[in-house]
């Protein structure tokens, strides 16, 4: 009786119960829980001290870090697993709200810590590229997009997840403007070098949140993600964000990983998906009203098992009724057809 009542003082505060949620889920230090809770250090290592007291969560010590995760055995251990059944997964109210904001920050902590350790590991110069990294296709999906494009430099372009800045210095030549986001900050400082020695004035990148960009509606005519989606915890969050900021006539174009049986990307790498279906990705775009006028194209890649796809869609027009209308309306704005 003590030892659950104890469980149960620890357990009941809005804090420590988004704590449970992520350790529920996987093991986190310090600083990865002040990283995605957005409090400081000393208030957590205090929450994090009254859970491990009562045998909430335990502590495990790897290399210079102290990890924490839920506990295994005890009252303490049944306490835990049954608010972790009924804590809320659909995002109705706020309590939800505040859970699903901090399982994608865990998420994306997860993708950057993967990101940043191969590239440490493979000391790969420039930074890590994925596409390079996976043997995928790179440059014939950047040739396919920039076959889309008009040949002077005209409208505006967002690459979500934009990494070393690969994808901004292909289309960047043919973009009047262009900015690439991400949530890596060495990440942001490789592509703003990469940037600067292609001497893309025009290019810049910033630091921000996939989910949350800092971008008034309307703002672009040509969105990419490219090797991003199968990182997020909700991707078709993260589309109704980028189709948000397109502007009517816009693009949106989703490169990622066709539906594939690699499981060691989901273990080495921190994949969330293992790939997406076209009617999927279909259903997706209807959902936050974008129209998908071309056939996806499928580039088979060269190891075994993979292949990368290009998805497009597109946000109707003011007013447009027909795709003529339309054309003649946007004239000033990069004349794609993904």
């Known amino acids: 009786m003590r030892l659950l009542l104890s469980a149960l003082r620890a357990a009941a505060e809005p804090t420590r119960l988004r704590l449970i949620a992520l350790c529920g889920r996987g093991d986190y230090c310090v600083s990865d829980l002040v990283e995605i809770l957005g409090q400081s250090q000393p208030r957590l290592s205090r929450h994090l001290k009254l859970l491990c007291d009562a045998a909430v969560l335990e502590r495990f010590r790897e290399g210079p870090n102290v990890y924490f995760r839920l506990a295994a055995t005890g009252a303490g251990a049944g306490l835990a697993r049954f608010l972790m059944d009924a804590l809320p997964e659909a995002e109705r109210g706020e309590t939800e709200q505040t859970l699903a904001a901090d399982r994608r920050r865990a998420t994306a902590l997860r993708a950057e810590r993967a990101r940043a350790a191969l590239a440490d590991s493979k000391a790969l110069q420039g930074g890590w590229d994925e596409m390079a990294a996976l043997g995928l296709p790179a440059r014939a999906v950047e040739e396919h997009l920039l076959a889309q494009l008009p040949a002077t430099a005209q409208g505006r372009l967002?690459?979500?997840?934009?990494?070393?800045?690969?994808?901004?210095?292909?289309?960047?030549?043919?973009?009047a403007h262009a900015i690439g986001v991400d949530i890596s900050r060495s990440m942001l400082a490789i592509a703003r070098a990469r940037l600067a020695e292609k001497g893309l004035a025009n290019c810049s990148v910033r630091q921000a949140d996939m989910y949350n960009l800092p971008f008034p509606e309307?703002?672009?005519?040509?969105?990419?993600?490219?090797?991003?989606?199968?990182?997020?915890?909700?991707?078709?969050?993260?589309?109704?964000?980028?189709?948000?900021?397109?502007?009517?006539?816009?693009?949106?174009?989703?490169?990622?990983?066709?539906?594939h049986l690699r499981g060691d990307l989901t273990r080495n790498l921190a994949h969330r998906w293992a790939g997406f279906e076209d009617a999927e990705m279909a259903r997706w775009f209807a959902a936050i009203g974008l129209a998908t006028p071309a056939t996806p194209l499928c580039l088979p890649a060269p190891v075994q098992g993979l292949a990368v796809m290009v998805w497009g869609a597109r946000r109707p027009g003011a007013g447009a009724e027909a795709?003529?209308?339309?054309a003649s309306a946007n004239t000033d704005r990069a004349a794609m057809a993904f």
């Open 218 to 259: 309307a703002a672009f005519d040509l969105v990419t993600v490219q090797m991003v989606l199968h990182y997020a915890e909700d991707p078709p969050a993260v589309l109704a964000e980028a189709a948000r900021v397109l502007a009517p006539g816009g693009r949106l174009v989703v490169i990622d990983l066709a539906p």
């Open 323 to 326: 795709g003529a209308s339309e």
């Open 158 to 175: 967002l690459d979500i997840g934009t990494g070393a800045g690969r994808l901004l210095e292909a289309l960047g030549p043919r973009m």
